[in-house]
């Protein structure tokens, strides 16, 4: 393996190992460390173990498969716009999947009742703007024109969205989680629903990777090792949309533990279940 691979893969695994393990040992309740360890040991009374293994769990997973999402999506939308400070929330990918349900719930609908494919959809005509605006003239080749096109367009987005929120109550009400984004109280349920996206996403963006090697070093010498630099933008732009709209709509589902906190008040406290954060 390459020894600069290598010193980047330790430190970041072991920043992996620090984030999951606070993750599991700390909360808001009452349930300590002592008591959550005692959880993973396999022991641990009943409170400490719904805490641990029905809230922490749960979140902390939901927590990674995000944050892979975001990653892999990130480095994807760089090499395919050949600019190391393209990313989903600069170029506007991640509030095209905001706005998109924004303004389905304004329609009417539920937050809980949102598809993930909402989320999608959003994210790839986020995607296809922010690419759209790379192929411009004069803005193609210039890469700080690229990233003040995407600011002004995730900006725009941000504000079409404070405008619907202002105008319906409700719909600010229902979206609150969506906008700003949270793995409190997620459950597994979260991943079969989002899972099949990001899994998806994360296949498009290894079938694309040779391919995203090569436009890294520019379309003529990409066409002349074989590839086709539009098809590679293409599914490069399909696996960012999927990646991304997944993991917001992931990080905004609604808590399913809440109701088991207050149909249960005497398996828990009512200050531990508030807000589903363990």
Not at 25 to 48: E, H, I, K, Y
Not at 129 to 149: E, N, Q, S
Not at 197 to 216: K, N
Request: with cysteine; charged share 15%; net charge positive.
């Amino acid at each position: 393996m390459d020894r600069r691979l290598l010193r980047g893969l330790v430190p970041a695994a072991a920043v992996l190992v620090l984030a999951v393990s606070g993750s599991l040992l700390f909360g808001a309740g009452q349930v300590g460390p002592a008591r959550a360890l005692g959880v993973l040991v396999g022991s641990g009374d009943v409170d400490a173990r719904f805490a641990v293994l029905q809230l922490r769990v749960p979140r902390t997973v939901v927590a990674v498969a995000v944050g892979l999402a975001l990653g892999v999506a990130g480095a994807v939308l760089q090499t395919a716009a050949r600019n190391p400070l393209a990313e989903p929330g600069l170029l506007g990918v991640s509030q095209g999947a905001s706005f998109a349900v924004v303004v389905v719930i304004a329609s009417g609908a539920g937050a809980a009742t949102v598809a993930p494919w909402v989320a999608v959809l959003g994210a790839g005509a986020g995607c296809a703007l922010a690419l759209g605006a790379a192929r411009l003239r004069g803005t193609g080749d210039d890469p700080i024109r690229l990233v003040l096109a995407g600011a002004a367009l995730s900006s725009l987005l941000g504000a079409a969205t404070s405008v619907l929120l202002l105008l319906d109550q409700r719909t600010a009400d229902e979206v609150r989680f969506w906008t700003v984004g949270s793995v409190a109280g997620r459950d597994l349920d979260t991943l079969t629903q989002v899972g099949p996206v990001l899994a998806a996403g994360l296949v498009l963006a290894v079938l694309a990777s040779r391919a995203l090697s090569a436009l890294a070093l520019g379309d003529t010498v990409a066409q002349g090792l074989g590839h086709r630099p539009a098809r590679t933008r293409a599914v490069a732009m399909a696996a960012t949309a999927l990646l991304v709209g997944g993991a917001v709509a992931a990080r905004a589902r609604s808590c399913s533990s809440a109701w088991w906190c207050r149909s249960s008040p005497e398996r828990w406290s009512a200050r531990t279940c508030a807000g589903c954060w363990p």
